[in-house]
């Protein structure tokens, strides 16, 4: 899609301000049913298209991305704008700089129409439990659109967007993809710079593109990737264009599908993604069956490394520096009296009003599986688990180019239906969760939809690549998106 | 599994504020999460080396060169309280 706006740009059927306006006006239209946006940036974004249009104006050449609008994950920042991440304790926050990304995507030229609503601090899979108030599955408004980037993939699927930035910790781009019926990818952890996204889980979050083709997430994926120094995590990598590697062709390519993970799983759905391992077959990859002995305890192992890391990366939010700041005194029981109860309080009250129950929980077990005499049992046991799965990777890769599995055991489900028991909200994360532990790269892709209730609903098939190889996980997903026939649904 | 006890000292640790009915909810639920991670203490794994960090990258620096960031007043205007300029705070000593 990105390719047609930008011929539609350079061949001036079009100007970068009429398709700014024209997504305006559909958001106008659109929103305040899906509710895909926290923040609108009209002013700011007419003039980056207004730029755009005076260079195609002077004969300049443009970008693939130039005048091409798009919308932004609210835990990312742009300077000037708001960003909450989607929590109360962010309420008032105006990023005082550019992530990393976003330099990159200014440089492109890329327009931004604004932030878009997501779990507060992108703890969830559902936006649920955004501080806003829910998105909903354009699809199907009685159903969540997935999380935590569920903004970000409603945006893309209901064209409020063309392309949109999300961040993925545990599957928070490729399952609310799953969910909407749009391409979302994780990078390999280290690809994508993280300087300037609110971090939740430093081992685990990268940033990566949601959009309507393969084709645009290589595009979007070529202009955010890279080397940065402001990320010590961020992989010595050169810009790549990885649409150069969309040839079309499979034919050779060894796919894995992981025993025993299927099982479980409702018949529309296996057959959904036996349709998809089917295509792969005609188009000449090779399937073959490979063993991950140990990913059925990725969960545990996300639920004990994640809430340490967040746990930590919470405790900026004190009231303190930025933000939201408690400015009454309630009692609360502590088991000690600190010397200077005034100052604690800032911090107690501050934490307590701002953070939404899941940020809450989470901290908590963070705190509590950090804590002396429990590090060595939890935290230290579940790095070590994490090993393990990562050898079985490395064997799995040994013999297969690609691990294909579904993306979410279920399509999307309805509001309040997964969220009297976190658990249960935890489980969605089964296929995408392994994706992040061992660093992968993963791409979601819509596959055959489901039938629900009579209703046909979007349902996302996953491949996972090797360590930075996102060249192959994207071939494979352009082959397939091609040779289906899938086109997005205007 | 986990005590009132233990989810008041956490939140005293995590600086959380939370009441009584608070502290039962989050005994309740971090318990239960806790129950199905039980399940990690039966893997083996002995000799195994744990994974603090996915790509294995070490010591990367660069170098200590001094810059000025150039919206000081993008962060001065964050302060929830400010007086002349400075973040206003409740006193520490």
Redesign the interface.
């Known amino acids: 899609m990105i390719r047609e706006l930008h011929n539609k740009l350079i061949n001036h059927e079009i100007t970068a301000v009429q398709l700014t306006e024209e997504y305006f006006a559909r958001i106008e239209n659109l929103d305040k049913d899906i509710f895909a946006y926290l923040t609108l940036m009209e002013k700011s974004a007419l003039e980056q298209a207004r730029k755009v249009d005076a260079k195609i104006a002077a004969g300049e050449e443009i970008g693939m991305l130039e005048g091409i609008p798009g919308a932004i994950k609210d835990n990312i920042c742009i300077k000037g704008v708001r960003a909450t991440a989607s929590s109360k304790i962010l309420d008032n926050y105006i990023a005082p700089y550019d992530a990393t990304v976003i330099k990159n995507l200014k440089e492109a030229g890329a327009v931004f129409l604004g932030k878009a609503n997501m779990d507060e601090f992108a703890m969830g899979s559902s936006t649920e439990k955004s501080g806003y108030g829910p998105t909903k599955n354009p699809h199907d408004l009685s159903r969540v659109p997935g999380g935590s980037s569920g903004g970000s993939a409603a945006a893309v699927a209901s064209n409020e967007a063309v392309w949109a930035l999300g961040t993925d910790t545990g599957g928070s781009i490729r399952q609310p993809a799953s969910f909407c019926g749009v391409v979302g990818l994780k990078p390999t952890y280290g690809r994508v710079s993280r300087s300037g996204a609110i971090a939740m889980a430093s081992s685990l979050d990268q940033i990566g593109p949601i959009t309507k083709t393969v084709e645009d997430a290589a595009i979007v994926l070529s202009i955010i990737s890279g080397r940065d120094n402001l990320d010590a995590t961020s992989a010595k990598s050169f810009a790549k264009d990885y649409t150069e590697y969309l040839t079309g062709e499979v034919a050779g390519l060894k796919i894995g599908i992981v025993k025993g993970y299927l099982d479980n799983l409702s018949v529309e759905v296996k057959n959904s993604f036996e349709k998809v391992v089917e295509k792969y077959r005609e188009l000449g990859a090779e399937i073959k069956e490979v063993e991950l002995p140990n990913a059925k305890y990725s969960l545990p192992v996300y639920y004990i490394i994640m809430p340490c890391e967040v746990s930590s990366n919470l405790a900026r939010f004190d009231g303190i520096k930025y933000g939201m700041r408690a400015l009454d005194y309630k009692d609360t029981e502590l088991d000690f009296i600190p010397e200077d109860r005034n100052l604690i309080e800032t911090y107690l009250d501050t934490r307590r009003y701002g953070f939404g129950p899941e940020p809450k929980r989470r901290i908590m077990l963070g705190t509590y599986a950090l804590s002396s005499g429990y590090y060595e049992a939890y935290y230290l046991r579940a790095q070590k688990v994490r090993t393990l799965i990562k050898q079985d990777f490395e064997k799995a890769f040994s013999e297969v180019d690609l691990i294909l599995t579904p993306t979410t055991p279920t399509p999307a489900f309805k509001f309040g239906e997964k969220t009297k028991d976190p658990i249960q909200m935890y489980l969605e994360d089964v296929f995408t969760i392994t994706a992040n532990i061992v660093g992968v790269p993963a791409i979601s892709v819509p596959g055959p939809e489901v039938e629900v209730d009579g209703k046909k609903l979007p349902q996302g098939f996953q491949l996972m690549g090797k360590w930075f190889d996102e060249e192959n996980i994207l071939r494979a997903a352009h082959a397939y998106e091609i040779s289906s026939g899938a086109t997005p649904v205007k | 599994m986990?005590t009132k006890?233990?989810?008041?000292?956490?939140?005293?640790?995590?600086?959380?504020?939370?009441?009584?009915k608070e502290?039962e909810k989050?005994a309740a639920?971090?318990s239960?999460?806790?129950d199905?991670?039980e399940?990690?203490?039966e893997?083996d794994?002995t000799g195994?080396?744990?994974?603090?960090?996915?790509?294995g990258?070490e010591n990367?620096t660069?170098g200590d060169i001094e810059k000025d960031?150039s919206?000081k007043e993008?962060?001065v205007?964050?302060?929830?309280?400010s007086k002349d300029g400075y973040?206003k705070?409740?006193?520490?000593?």
């Open positions: 986990i006890e233990e989810v008041r000292h956490i939140a005293g640790l995590a600086r959380i504020g939370v009441d009584e502290v989050f639920d971090l239960a999460v806790l199905w991670i399940e990690l203490k893997v794994v195994v080396e744990p994974t603090a960090h996915i790509t990258m990367i660069k960031f919206n993008g962060i205007k964050l302060f929830p309280e973040d705070v409740k006193s520490i000593l």
